[in-house]
C-alpha cells in the first residue's frame, strides 16, 4: 500500500528557505514519478515538480514559476523525498503535497496521480 507523508512546512519570511520532506512508502523505487504539489488559497492545484525513474532513465520536471529556486531530490534508502524551495516569494504560500503514480517515465505536473499525501503548509510573508 502507498502512503505519503510530507512534513517540513512553516512560515518564513520572502527571501527564505525551506526543505520539504515526503515519506514514501509502498511504492516501486525502481519505476515511479513522485510529484510535489500546491495550492494556495482559492487557488487550483499546481505542479510544482517531479522526479521520475524508469529502466534506469531518471526524470526530473520544473514548473517555470519555480525553475531556478525549487529543487527535488530523492534517498531512495530513507524512502524520501525532498523539495529544497529557496529565494521564497509571498505567491509560494500555499499547502504543498507529495503525490506518486507510474507513468513510464513520463513526470506530469498536472493532477493525474493516484496517491497523495495529506499535505503541509507554506507560508511566506513579512
Known amino acids: 500500500q502507498v502512503q505519503l507523508v510530507e512534513s517540513g512546512g512553516d512560515s518564513v519570511q520572502p527571501g527564505g528557505s525551506l526543505r520539504l520532506a515526503c515519506a514514501a512508502t509502498?511504492?516501486?523505487?525502481?519505476?515511479?514519478?513522485i510529484a510535489w504539489f500546491r495550492q494556495g488559497p482559492g487557488k487550483e492545484r499546481e505542479g510544482v515538480s517531479c522526479v521520475s525513474s524508469n529502466d534506469g532513465r531518471r526524470r526530473l520536471n520544473y514548473a517555470d514559476s519555480v525553475k531556478g529556486r525549487f529543487t527535488v531530490s530523492t534517498d531512495k534508502a530513507k524512502s524520501m523525498v525532498y523539495l529544497q524551495m529557496t529565494n521564497l516569494k509571498p505567491e509560494d504560500t500555499a499547502v504543498y503535497y507529495c503525490?506518486?503514480?507510474?507513468?513510464?517515465?513520463?513526470?506530469?505536473?498536472?493532477?493525474?496521480?493516484?496517491?497523495w499525501g495529506q499535505g503541509t503548509q507554506v507560508t511566506v510573508s513579512s
Open positions: 509502498g511504492f516501486n523505487w525502481d519505476d515511479y514519478a
Open positions: 503525490a506518486t503514480d507510474t507513468y513510464g517515465g513520463l513526470c506530469p505536473l498536472k493532477v493525474v496521480y493516484d496517491h
